[in-house]
């Protein structure tokens, strides 16, 4: 071969690669959207599988270098279902202003449903972009007098294996069945890494002020702060303080620690409603239903303290299921140490309807001094257990069959 052929054939080598670089550019993006759509309802589950909650493909118009889809979220805890939407790009693209990626998608936050910006003037949207190295990274915009003001990002690797970043919103609107939840000056972080198939790390989130319900009912809470640990024990602890017009409630701080609890099976057993001492029967069910939910779990009240105008509660304690124990609620083991002021103690037992007024709610909490089931003066204590069937307050064993109507 002589010289002429071998500089031909050198030549030929760089052309021959742009030329695949090119289809590449052309093909790929249509491969990407086709296996975008293929892999969405999987991805969709698995997002929303963590929150018990619903994330159903609605529609996806494909095109070459781009597609739009169309979701909705639903969740037991909202009253409405979250509307999303989609506008995606096919890759690969090098040096665009979304960087060196194969896949991007500009979601803007619903302004309908159960989820919405607050103020209502607000515009926010999430982008996801996924690199050219399989990194996804989700940033948050505020859209603002035509300009994207970025407000946050988190990064997860394309192992799954960890998720990292923060951000701060203006503000969102929760339709909650309880009544509306409004968040105001949110900051939300994380700081997760998943081992063995289970997440380990921190979840955050501090607000300046949230609202609950509306009008006259509705609660005013200064300063609400919420951290999530998830390890080998589960650990919440809140910290709040909250006004209801003249009333008020706080400041409050609780410390919530569980392990192998399943909290939407326990919230089923109860029904969707709270115990009711005054119900026998009825406490007797959900207690039948609360230990087959809890089966071995363990949830442990390290502490709770809460300030009231009436005076202030401490409570701690602990809730278990076990197996080595008949079946029904004689499985629950339960231990609680309870002090709170006496004003306070008055309006537990008219708010639990015991009673219906304070002279009642008095003569009880003196018989129950007299009972020695409590203690103190100004400021009362109990404790409680709940071992093997057999319920003891305050050292006194209780004859709890009784106390729960007797046999069903």
């Given at each position: 071969?002589?010289?002429?052929?071998r500089?031909?054939?050198?030549?030929?080598?760089?052309?021959?690669?742009?030329l695949?670089l090119?289809?590449?550019?052309?093909f790929?993006?249509?491969?990407?959207?086709?296996?975008?759509?293929?892999?969405?309802?999987?991805?969709l589950?698995?997002l929303?599988r963590?929150?018990?909650?619903?994330?159903?493909?609605?529609?996806?118009?494909?095109?070459?270098?781009?597609?739009?889809?169309?979701?909705?979220?639903?969740?037991p805890l909202?009253?409405?279902?979250?509307?999303?939407?989609?506008?995606m790009?096919?890759?690969?693209?090098?040096g665009?202003q979304?960087g060196?990626?194969?896949?991007?998608?500009?979601?803007p936050?619903?302004?309908?449903?159960?989820?919405?910006?607050?103020?209502?003037e607000e515009?926010m949207e999430?982008?996801?972009?996924?690199?050219?190295f399989?990194?996804?990274?989700?940033?948050?915009w505020r859209?603002?007098?035509?300009?994207?003001?970025?407000t946050?990002?988190?990064?997860?690797?394309?192992d799954?294996?960890?998720?990292v970043?923060?951000t701060?919103l203006?503000?969102?609107l929760?339709k909650?069945q309880?009544?509306?939840?409004?968040?105001?000056?949110?900051?939300?972080r994380?700081?997760?890494?998943?081992?063995?198939?289970?997440?380990r790390?921190?979840?955050g989130?501090?607000?300046?002020?949230?609202?609950l319900g509306?009008?006259?009912?509705g609660?005013?809470?200064?300063q609400?702060r919420?951290e999530?640990?998830?390890?080998e024990?589960?650990?919440?602890?809140?910290?709040?303080?909250a006004?209801q017009?003249?009333h008020t409630?706080?400041p409050?701080e609780?410390r919530?620690?569980?392990?192998?609890?399943?909290w939407?099976?326990l919230?089923?057993?109860l029904?969707g409603?709270l115990?009711?001492?005054?119900?026998?029967?009825r406490?007797r069910?959900?207690?039948e239903r609360?230990?087959?939910?809890?089966?071995?779990g363990?949830i442990?009240?390290d502490t709770?303290?809460l300030?009231?105008?009436?005076g202030?509660?401490h409570?701690?304690?602990m809730l278990?299921?076990?197996?080595?124990?008949p079946a029904g609620?004689q499985?629950l083991h339960?231990?609680?140490r309870?002090?709170?002021?006496?004003?306070?103690?008055?309006q537990?037992?008219?708010?639990?309807?015991?009673?219906?007024?304070e002279r009642?709610?008095t003569?009880?909490l003196d018989?129950?001094r007299?009972?020695?089931?409590i203690?103190?003066e100004?400021n009362?204590h109990?404790s409680l257990?709940?071992?093997e069937g057999?319920?003891t307050?305050?050292?006194?064993?209780?004859?709890i069959d009784?106390?729960?109507?007797?046999?069903?």
């Amino acid at each position: 071969m002589n010289r002429s052929a071998r500089l031909l054939q050198r030549a030929a080598w760089p052309l021959w690669g742009l030329l695949l670089l090119i289809l590449i550019g052309l093909f790929a993006p249509r491969q990407i959207g086709r296996l975008a759509e293929q892999s969405a309802p999987v991805v969709l589950a698995e997002l929303a599988r963590p929150g018990q909650g619903q994330l159903r493909q609605e529609a996806w118009q494909r095109g070459w270098w781009g597609s739009e889809a169309h979701f909705v979220y639903t969740h037991p805890l909202l009253r409405e279902p979250i509307p999303l939407g989609a506008e995606m790009h096919h890759g690969p693209w090098l040096g665009s202003q979304l960087g060196l990626g194969w896949f991007a998608a500009r979601i803007p936050l619903p302004v309908q449903g159960g989820f919405t910006a607050f103020p209502a003037e607000e515009r926010m949207e999430a982008e996801l972009v996924i690199d050219l190295f399989g990194q996804r990274t989700i940033t948050l915009w505020r859209l603002r007098a035509g300009q994207r003001i970025r407000t946050g990002r988190f990064r997860l690797p394309h192992d799954n294996r960890e998720l990292v970043g923060e951000t701060e919103l203006p503000g969102v609107l929760l339709k909650l069945q309880q009544g509306d939840l409004r968040l105001a000056e949110i900051n939300l972080r994380a700081r997760l890494t998943r081992e063995a198939s289970r997440w380990r790390g921190t979840l955050g989130l501090d607000a300046r002020r949230a609202g609950l319900g509306q009008g006259e009912h509705g609660w005013l809470i200064e300063q609400p702060r919420a951290e999530l640990t998830l390890g080998e024990i589960d650990q919440l602890t809140l910290h709040w303080s909250a006004s209801q017009g003249i009333h008020t409630l706080g400041p409050l701080e609780t410390r919530l620690r569980w392990h192998g609890v399943d909290w939407s099976a326990l919230r089923a057993s109860l029904g969707g409603r709270l115990p009711r001492l005054n119900n026998p029967q009825r406490l007797r069910q959900q207690l039948e239903r609360f230990s087959l939910a809890i089966e071995t779990g363990e949830i442990l009240l390290d502490t709770l303290r809460l300030e009231t105008p009436l005076g202030k509660l401490h409570a701690a304690g602990m809730l278990r299921g076990r197996n080595d124990a008949p079946a029904g609620w004689q499985r629950l083991h339960a231990e609680l140490r309870l002090s709170m002021d006496r004003a306070l103690m008055l309006q537990a037992f008219r708010a639990s309807r015991w009673v219906d007024n304070e002279r009642a709610a008095t003569h009880l909490l003196d018989t129950l001094r007299e009972q020695q089931l409590i203690s103190g003066e100004d400021n009362v204590h109990a404790s409680l257990s709940l071992w093997e069937g057999a319920l003891t307050v305050s050292g006194r064993v209780m004859p709890i069959d009784t106390l729960l109507g007797g046999e069903p």
